[in-house]
Each structure stands twice: as structure tokens, then as C-alpha cells.
């Protein structure tokens, strides 16, 4: 009889060490997610909380925002101390949407060659493609110094968007032969023995298919360019610099005074048209990212 008792005391008590265990385990999941956003986002609030911060409480160590004003971002926008932001903007802007445009054109093209074609040497470009991913790019910048500045391009919109190709291109290869991988043969066989031509069954079958890894890839493509600083930094003049070197370059109201809280400032504005590309396409984003995932 008592050992009856004992067993069923146990049956008893393991399912309350089951739940146990899973709300331990989703304590952790929790506790390591927060972790994650602290140590990510950490940075960008202690960025806005400055942005919003007088100058004058620039050192200000209090974690949440005091002293609030608009001051800084109206100085970020006034030109009075030889800043140009908006201008700079529009140099981002006009750099990211060239640079992705092109990047994807020829991206596209050789995904799909890699993807759904077969000839030799295939391997080896897909080698070279990633050995150009990884290639340092402060390498280039005394050759591209030298060849821009014989060829009269020093200052101009095309030496800072060729090299930005070339360093997107090998994201978008590399992303996009993933996604014609996964598309299935069947469709493109299909449309050929309904006489379609290669070119016809790709441009109205696949690309379709394809679109949300290649609206993804966009985005990808887009932000990269958009954060691009070495080359910038190098090629650009006060005419086509785009944002992230204007930064860099900020000057303050006063001489020998770095105007922080107007480069906090600064970076915010310039963070806000990423987050507000991701708020509003997440859902395109996600499933290019997830698309091919799974197979079957």
C-alpha cells in the first residue's frame, strides 16, 4: 500500500517538473533575448536620449532624457557653419538608389547563370565572387585615388558608385544564386515546351518567383550603400558626400569644440528612413529571407 502511494506521489509530482522545466527554459530564452536587445540597441537609445540633449549637459550620464530641446536637429539642417546635410541626404539617397539599381541588374543575370546554367568553370566564378566579398577595401583606396583623379572622376557621383558596386555585387550573387537555386526546374521546363524562350521564361516565370528574394536583396543592397564610409570618406568633395562623411565632417558653433549631440543628432536622422524601410516592409523581408528555407 505505501509503496503505491509513493508511486503515485511521483506520476503526480512529474508533471509539475515538466512545467517547471519549461518555465525555466523560457525564462532563459527570455532573459537571453533581453540581453541581446540591451546590447544591440543599447547604442542607438543612448543616441537618440544625446540627440535630444542640450549641449550644455553633452557629459550627462542619466539614462533616460533630460534637458530636452530640438535645438541640435535644427542645427544639423542649417548651413550657417558650413554643414550640408540635406544636401548630404540627397547624395545618399541618389548614390543607394544607382548603386542598387545597377548591382541588381547584373546581379540578377549571374544568379541566374550560376543558378540554372551549367558550363565550366562555374565553381571558380563562384570563388572569385566570394574572394571579392572578402578583399579589404582600404586596399583599393590608393589605386581608386590614383585612376579617378588621372581620369578627372575625383569629386563626382560615378567614383563613389562604382566602387560601391563592386562591394555589393558579390551580396547580391551570392543571395540571389540561393533563391534561383530553390525555384523548381519544373516551371521554366514547362513554359519552354509551351514555346516560350529562355529569356521569356525567365522574365515571366522565375523573376516573379524570385521577387521577394529580390526585393530583399534590394533592401540589403540599399543599406549597404547607404552606410558606406571608407571610400566616401576618400572621393567625395563638399559637393557629392553623402551623409556618413557629412557627419564625420560636422562642425560646431563654437571653435575647437566637438558638437556631439549634433552628430547624435545627425545620426538619427539619418537612422530613421532604415527604420522606417524595415517597419514598413518586414513582412517582405522576412519571406525573401525565409523563401528557399525549405525545400520540398
Not at 101 to 127: E, M, P, Q
Not at 148 to 159: H, R, V
Not at 167 to 186: D, G, H, N, S
Amino acid at each position: 500500500m505505501s509503496a503505491a502511494v509513493v508511486i503515485r506521489g511521483a506520476a503526480g509530482l512529474a508533471p509539475a517538473r515538466r512545467r517547471l522545466g519549461t518555465r525555466l527554459a523560457s525564462a532563459r530564452t527570455y532573459l537571453g533575448l533581453a540581453v541581446i536587445v540591451f546590447w544591440g540597441m543599447g547604442p542607438v537609445y543612448w543616441m537618440v536620449v544625446t540627440a535630444f540633449r542640450h549641449s550644455d549637459y553633452t557629459f550627462d550620464t542619466t539614462p533616460w532624457p533630460t534637458h530636452v530641446t530640438l535645438e541640435n536637429f535644427a542645427s544639423v539642417f542649417t548651413t550657417d557653419t558650413g554643414n550640408h546635410f540635406a544636401r548630404a541626404l540627397i547624395n545618399s539617397t541618389i548614390i543607394g538608389a544607382v548603386t542598387t539599381a545597377i548591382g541588381l541588374v547584373f546581379g540578377i543575370f549571374t544568379a541566374y547563370a550560376l543558378a540554372r546554367l551549367t558550363f565550366r568553370g562555374k565553381n571558380l566564378v563562384l570563388s572569385i565572387v566570394l574572394a571579392a566579398s572578402m578583399f579589404p577595401g582600404v586596399a583599393l583606396l590608393t589605386p581608386l585615388f590614383q585612376l579617378f583623379t588621372t581620369i578627372g572622376w575625383f569629386g563626382t557621383y560615378q567614383a563613389l558608385i562604382v566602387p560601391n558596386i563592386s562591394f555589393v555585387l558579390p551580396l547580391t550573387i551570392y543571395t540571389l544564386t540561393a533563391f534561383f537555386k530553390e525555384l523548381p526546374w519544373e516551371l521554366e521546363e514547362s513554359a519552354r515546351i509551351d514555346g516560350a524562350t529562355r529569356a521569356q521564361a525567365f522574365r515571366m516565370v522565375l523573376l516573379p518567383l524570385a521577387a521577394p528574394g529580390v526585393f530583399t536583396t534590394a533592401i540589403l543592397a540599399f543599406i549597404a550603400s547607404w552606410n558606406e564610409y571608407l571610400i566616401s570618406s576618400q572621393l567625395s568633395n563638399d559637393a557629392t558626400q553623402p551623409a556618413t562623411v557629412a557627419i564625420a565632417r560636422f562642425a560646431g558653433s563654437k571653435p575647437h569644440e566637438e558638437p556631439f549631440t549634433s552628430v547624435m543628432a545627425a545620426g538619427t536622422v539619418v537612422t530613421i528612413p532604415l527604420v522606417i524601410i524595415v517597419i514598413l516592409l518586414q513582412r517582405r523581408i522576412v519571406s525573401g529571407l525565409t523563401a528557399g528555407g525549405v525545400k520540398g
